[in-house]
């Protein structure tokens, strides 16, 4: 299906409840269902993101004191970026020179969750039956 009808989708999916998010490393997936509550109605959606090559979550919280929360209940925005939406790098790596190509990755998935955020690199996305095969984003 054409990307140009993928970012509508996404988009309608903001402001919406997280049910339930289930990451399956073996099977290089992540999925999440989604309930979106309209004035006269409410919408089930299932995302799956398949061929996920990285993922990572950053949480907002400022106050390093304080233990890190993640509240992935909410789903305030997602979004598709065709050419990523910068380079993520392995935290192992402590001398930039020393990168190499398997060590950066380029999500082009951004999801803004209630206090976080989680960055994903895949291949394809499906949104209940429609599949979009949107390809990695070139380094």
Same mark, same amino acid.
């Given at each position: 299906m054409s990307t140009s009808k993928l970012k509508p989708l996404l988009n309608n999916l903001?402001?919406?409840?997280?049910?339930?998010?289930d990451i399956n490393i073996p099977k290089d997936m992540i999925s999440i269902d989604i309930k979106k509550e309209n004035p006269d109605s409410c919408d089930e959606y299932k995302v799956v993101f398949e061929e996920?090559?990285?993922?990572?979550?950053?949480?907002?919280n400022t106050n390093l004191v304080k233990k890190a929360y993640f509240d992935c209940t909410k789903l305030t925005s997602?979004?598709?970026?065709?050419n990523g939406i910068g380079e993520f790098a392995n935290?192992?790596?402590?001398?930039?020179?020393? +990168?190499?190509?398997e060590d950066v990755s380029l999500p082009?998935?951004? +999801?803004? +969750?209630?206090?976080?955020?989680m960055f994903i690199e895949a291949r394809s996305i499906k949104i209940?039956?429609?599949?979009?095969?949107?390809?990695?984003?070139n380094i």
């Open positions: 903001s402001q919406s409840i997280i049910k339930k998010m996920v090559f990285s993922f990572y979550f950053v949480n907002e997602i979004g598709y970026y065709e935290a192992d790596v402590s001398d930039i020179e020393e +990168l190499k190509a082009n998935f951004a +999801l803004e +969750l209630k206090n976080s955020s209940n039956d429609k599949k979009f095969k949107v390809g990695y984003p």
